[in-house]
């Protein structure tokens, strides 16, 4: 069956069809949001800061992104989606502002990335449930490619922008955040005119407490859906960790353009998994982008092993492909199976999960590839990521069985 999202007119339980400008400027703003935390990478290498400010900075948009994750994600709730999308906005604004101006004092910058990453933790679960609710009479299938997308492509066009700006125009680095504020003062002023698709309700301070649990008879989904995002997410964190590594070591590669290619043909591929798979149901999208991400994995190892330039850069590109298919599924399956009260709560603890996991072995193989060596890390950290991608396809199996066993007990 390949209709499996519900309708989102009015009045139902997807929420209300909004005016095509409103969806275009959440999307918008949903790239926009990441593209100045994707900037200071290649403003902090340009400036020549050390390992420790770079590293550090990180930790601070991650802390922020976690802690917004946790107590700011059913603001949205109470004040409405859209007042809820505006805030993180405005927040972004401001972290943006403050990092442009941290130049020398790692202080401001600490505290610029930390606001940053509660802009990126308020905003990424909001945007991606305004957008599911102002879908209609959108195909099914934007909302969902949209939001698996926005953030990582944000990020890779924030680190462009920044290097072409400062190396190749010769700008300082103030400008990329000029720029991005701009347009991010236009999204804001878009989002206060956008229609609200929920009622507010009167919530106090419960909509600062955190709620992470899935909801009863939702949990076998959630752990489901969060094994396949942590395996999909974890693709671009082992590119961007050990992709420069990589290429130097086993391709011979010695400069950073060949990284960057790969890196970023990666990233840029993931747009195409939601739209290879659209046609196909939510949960088969899911099979095949899962089976693409083993695939992958072991035959970018093999192309390691082989010195192969071809093998490594084809296979590396299955495996953004299929980061891109297996995130656009997992929302798909969201709309579909999870009911809209719960939405929220069920897509912050999705985020969440996606972050640390896929952050975790980052940080693991960070520390362990100069005890075990390169090769051990990149098997390790592939063979990780596969073997999640298994776990996910045997759970999801085991709820779609699940649910067709509810549904022909209902029938009859």
């Known amino acids: 069956m390949n209709v499996d999202l519900p309708s989102a007119g009015k ?28 900037a200071p990478a290649s403003l902090l290498s340009a400036s020549g800061a050390s390992e420790a400010a770079l590293t550090g900075s990180f930790s601070m948009y991650m802390l922020g992104t976690a802690l917004a ?35 020398g004092h790692t202080e401001l910058l600490m505290i610029g990335r930390l606001a940053q990453g509660a802009a990126t933790g308020m905003g990424l679960p909001v945007l991606s449930i305004y957008l599911i609710e102002l879908r209609s009479p959108r195909p099914d299938m934007w909302p969902a490619l949209i939001a698996s997308v926005g953030a990582p492509l944000g990020i890779a066009v924030g680190a462009f922008a920044a290097g072409v700006l400062t190396e190749t125009l010769g700008f300082s680095g103030y400008w990329i955040y000029v720029v991005v504020n701009l347009l991010l003062t236009c999204c804001l002023l878009g989002l206060l005119r956008s229609p609200s698709t929920t009622s507010r309700r009167v919530g106090g301070l419960t909509a600062f407490t955190p709620a992470l649990s899935a909801p009863k008879g939702l949990r076998l989904l959630c752990v489901a859906t969060g094994a396949a995002l942590v395996s999909a997410w974890s693709i671009g964190s082992l590119y961007q960790s050990l992709g420069a590594p990589m290429a130097v070591e086993y391709l011979d590669h010695q400069g950073p353009l060949f990284a960057g290619v790969v890196v970023g043909l990666v990233i840029g591929l993931t747009t195409v998994g939601g739209p290879l798979l659209a046609r196909t149901s939510h949960f088969n999208a899911a099979f095949c982008s899962l ?12 192309g390691l092993h082989l010195r192969s330039d071809v093998v490594f850069l084809i296979f590396s590109a299955l495996s953004g ?26 897509l912050t603890t999705l985020y969440l999960t996606g972050f640390i996991g896929s952050g975790l072995p980052s940080a693991v193989a960070a520390v362990a590839e100069p005890y075990v060596g390169l090769r051990v890390a990149v098997v390790g950290y592939a063979a990780f ?4 991608a298994v776990l996910a396809v045997a759970l999801l199996t085991r709820v779609r069985r699940m649910r067709r066993d509810i549904r022909a007990h209902a029938v009859g």
Do not use: C, H, K, Y
């Open 291 to 302: 089976l693409m991400i083993v695939v992958g994995m072991m035959m970018m190892v093999r």
């Open 69 to 103: 994750l946790l107590f700011l994600s059913r603001l949205s709730d109470v004040i409405g989606r859209e007042a809820g999308a505006a805030s993180a906005v405005l927040v972004a604004i401001v972290g943006n502002s403050i990092v442009a101006l941290s130049t």
């Open 385 to 388: 990521i596969a073997v999640l």
């Open 11 to 38: 009045g139902s339980a997807g929420g209300s069809a909004g005016p095509s400008w409103a969806f275009v400027n959440a999307g918008l703003a949903l790239v926009l949001l990441t593209i100045g935390p994707g």
């Open 321 to 346: 492909i299929s980061f891109g298919g297996a995130t656009t599924a997992v929302l798909r399956i969201v709309v579909a199976e999870v009911p809209t009260d719960e939405r929220s709560r069920f």
